[in-house]
């Protein structure tokens, strides 16, 4: 990206944060956490969620369309808030767009590489974030001696949404995906997916004591934090009222979305809208 | 639709087939079974499957591309083989063309009227063709003497597609999801979603043997066949090597499709097209 380019962007411009529904919320209430001044609006794709078991021809365009809407609001920065899109179509978005963009993967993965002793990582994750292979492609940039373990978890996404996140079904099926990462004596699991980080009193209990979760929303906000900084692209003020600090869109069901978005995000989301994003 | 209308219609063409991804295979299968000379255009909206937690207005938008796409096809009748669509989307498609639709809904639940003999029928769907309210809707317009009991079944969806068809997890759920149906004394029990049939054997041990078992998808083909000769357009000879008998469709991950399907259906598919859904 040029110099120039960035020099165009508002520090109180807005940050676009997206995901296929829901899941990316864990990344948008670490941004709230870890930089409250910055304002946000929320993208779910929840008319085509998940994206998961989705291709990657798919999830690109699915991507490519919502940043097309989250451009509309002259956001100064894109967070990819979704394994699958970060691990599918970050390349792509980044060619496509101007501003700059990060997805949850890279600093996932660098925060695993720093935590592991033995270099053994576990990644849990959908079907399309191991297949895409792109954590072990970003950890094995920075260090060939690590070696990284997917397994792709399709079970914990229902699960969750169905409120089970301490239920004696969600201990079995979490004991058999992570069986065979605990046998090789992984000491780093990556929780590769946003909706995860919803049961990791759960996975750290049958993973065990010896093995680090790592959460990729938590240093994604550090990351973006960072970049902000380095770019002085950081809002220097709280937002005031009526300033539409949290905007949250979806293109389908927002009263659903607002019922869930309320029981992980403790900031009182009074709404959501629904715009039809394949007209974008 | 007017009598003229249909007499422009060819007894040779094919029969469209949708279905929100795999689950309409169940009922495509059906046909086969019961319809052998006909030829079928199948299309599975896989890369925006699921649809049975999405809205009535979304679950429309997307029926309607669908039924523009099987136009293409100079089809002589359509099936709507996904209870969630036949549900919400029905009435709306019924009034777009001017071709004969039918549904999974009706058929089903005239067998289970037919069926009951309590007057306690249960049905477990998905949350949209439950909160939707037209199995209810249905079977009042012929005897309101019937009690309707539905169950939303979120996770069965998601565990079938993981092939845990005979497992102690799908065992569990099933018992959670169908105790109160048995605790108000049910005798039969409408299988409103094209992935049970596949869990037959489950649902069927866990309801008891007190409790018959409804299969849409069976009836829908025996009505399909009744409608199609009632109109004189059943297809009068075998169609030939090289016609296209039965030709797939879906809007993404084809060869998954494919897989998944050659184990539900032994004829031997050989492929599936890729199609953009969104253009149509």
């Known amino acids: 990206m040029s110099q120039t380019k960035t020099k165009l962007l508002r520090k109180d411009a807005p940050i676009g944060v997206f995901d296929s529904g829901v899941g990316g919320l864990t990344v948008a209430r670490e941004i709230m956490r870890q930089i409250p001044n910055e304002k946000i609006v929320y993208f779910g794709d929840t008319a085509r969620v ?43 978005l980044e060619h496509d767009i101007d501003i700059p963009i990060i997805g949850v993967l890279k600093p996932g993965a660098k925060a695993a590489m720093e935590a592991t002793e033995n270099g053994r990582i576990g990644v849990i994750a959908t079907e399309a974030t191991i ?3 792109m954590y072990n492609k970003y950890i094995k940039e920075w260090n060939r001696d690590v070696t990284i373990y997917g397994k792709a978890c399709p079970l914990f996404v229902p699960l969750i949404e169905e409120g089970l996140w301490e239920d004696p079904v969600t201990d079995e099926i979490a004991r058999r995906y992570l069986t065979e990462l605990i046998d090789i004596d992984i000491d780093t699991l990556i929780l590769g997916c946003t909706h995860y980080p919803l049961i990791r009193s759960t996975l750290g209990r049958i993973a065990g004591d010896q093995v680090t979760l790592v959460n990729p929303a938590y240093e994604t906000a ?3 934090r960072e970049m902000l900084a380095d770019m002085d692209l950081l809002n220097d003020e709280e937002p005031g009222l009526g300033s539409n600090r949290y905007q949250f869109y979806v293109s389908d069901k927002a009263e659903k979305f607002v019922r869930f978005a ?5 900031y009182g989301i009074l709404s959501a809208k629904t715009v039809n994003i394949e007209d974008y």
């Open 222 to 224: 550090i990351e973006l």
């Open 131 to 133: 297949g895409s292979g």
């Open 262 to 266: 309320n029981s992980i995000i403790k």
């Open 50 to 92: 998940p994206y998961g078991s989705k291709s990657k021809e798919t999830v690109t365009r699915f991507s490519e369309q919502i940043v097309r809407f989250l451009h509309t609001f002259q956001v100064k920065t894109i967070v990819v808030a979704c394994n699958t899109a970060s691990a599918y179509a970050l390349d792509q």
